[in-house]
C-alpha cells in the first residue's frame, strides 16, 4: 500500500515563530488531507489539498504531486497550534486515507 | 463544515461486556463512514469501512466478530466491541465521507477513548 512518512516527528517553536511540516508519500494520490488533532484527541480537518496551494489564515499548504510531497506551514503560531498534524493520503477512489504518523508541535508561551 | 457526533467520549467497562459506540453525520447524509484506532502517541488505523445498507469491510487483520459494524441509515454507524478485553483499550474515531462542495472531504467524530479494565 501507499506509504507516508512525515517529517520532522516533533517540533518545539516559541510563539510567534513560524513552521514548515512536511509529508512525503509513495505513489500518486487523488486526496490528500492536512489534520490538527488537538490534545483532547478531536481531528480538525485543516485542508483538502490533493495538488497546488492553499491558504487559511496563517496556515497554508502546498502539494507537489509530481514529486509525491506536501507542505504546511504555519506562521505566527500561537499556543493553541499545539497539538498533532497528520498528513493522510488516498491512492485510491474509495477514500480510504492512509495516515502519517504525525508531527507533534509545541508551542511555548 | 460538516458535523459529524460521535458517542460516548469516553467509556469504561469490564472486561467480557461489549460496547456500543455512535457515529452521526448531522447535517448530511454520509453513504460511506469509516472506523479508526489509535493507540496512544501513534497514528490512525483504518478498521473497516461501513456502507449503508450492506455489510462493512474490514482491514486486514481486525477481527470482524469482535468488531461489529452496522450502518443502518445514511446517518448513522455503530461499532460495538464485543467482549471486551484490556488490549481492546484504546481510542477509536469515526469518519464520514462528504460529497458537499467542490472538494470531497471527510470529517471527524471527537473521538471515543475505550478503557477495559
Known amino acids: 500500500g501507499i506509504q507516508v512518512e512525515q517529517s520532522p516527528p516533533d517540533l518545539i517553536l516559541q510563539e510567534g515563530a513560524n513552521s514548515t511540516l512536511r509529508c512525503n508519500f509513495s505513489d500518486s494520490v487523488n486526496n490528500l488531507q492536512w489534520f490538527h488533532q488537538n490534545p483532547w484527541g478531536q481531528l480538525i480537518n485543516l485542508f483538502y489539498?490533493?495538488?497546488g496551494t492553499k491558504q487559511n489564515g496563517r496556515l497554508s499548504a502546498t502539494t507537489v504531486a509530481t514529486e509525491r510531497y506536501s507542505l504546511l506551514y504555519i506562521s505566527s503560531s500561537q499556543t493553541t497550534d499545539s497539538g498533532v498534524y497528520f498528513c493522510a493520503v488516498d491512492g485510491g477512489s474509495n477514500y480510504k486515507l492512509t495516515f502519517g504518523k504525525g508531527t507533534l508541535l509545541t508551542v511555548n508561551p | 463544515g460538516a458535523v459529524v457526533s460521535q458517542h460516548p467520549s469516553w467509556v469504561i467497562c469490564k472486561s467480557g461486556t461489549s460496547v456500543k459506540i455512535e457515529c452521526r453525520s448531522l447535517?448530511?447524509?454520509?453513504?460511506?463512514m469509516f472506523w479508526y484506532r489509535q493507540f496512544p502517541k501513534q497514528s490512525l488505523m483504518l478498521m473497516a469501512t461501513s456502507n449503508e445498507g450492506s455489510k462493512a469491510t474490514y482491514e486486514q487483520g481486525v477481527e470482524k466478530d469482535k468488531f461489529l459494524i452496522n450502518h443502518a441509515s445514511l446517518t448513522l454507524s455503530t461499532l460495538t466491541v464485543t467482549s471486551a478485553h484490556p488490549e481492546d483499550s484504546s481510542f477509536y474515531i469515526c469518519?464520514?465521507?462528504?460529497?458537499?462542495?467542490?472538494?470531497?472531504?471527510?470529517?471527524f467524530g471527537s473521538g471515543t477513548q475505550l478503557s477495559v479494565l
Open positions: 489539498i490533493p495538488s
Open positions: 469518519s464520514a465521507r462528504t460529497h458537499r462542495g467542490p472538494n470531497e472531504k471527510l470529517f
Open positions: 447535517d448530511f447524509q454520509a453513504t460511506t
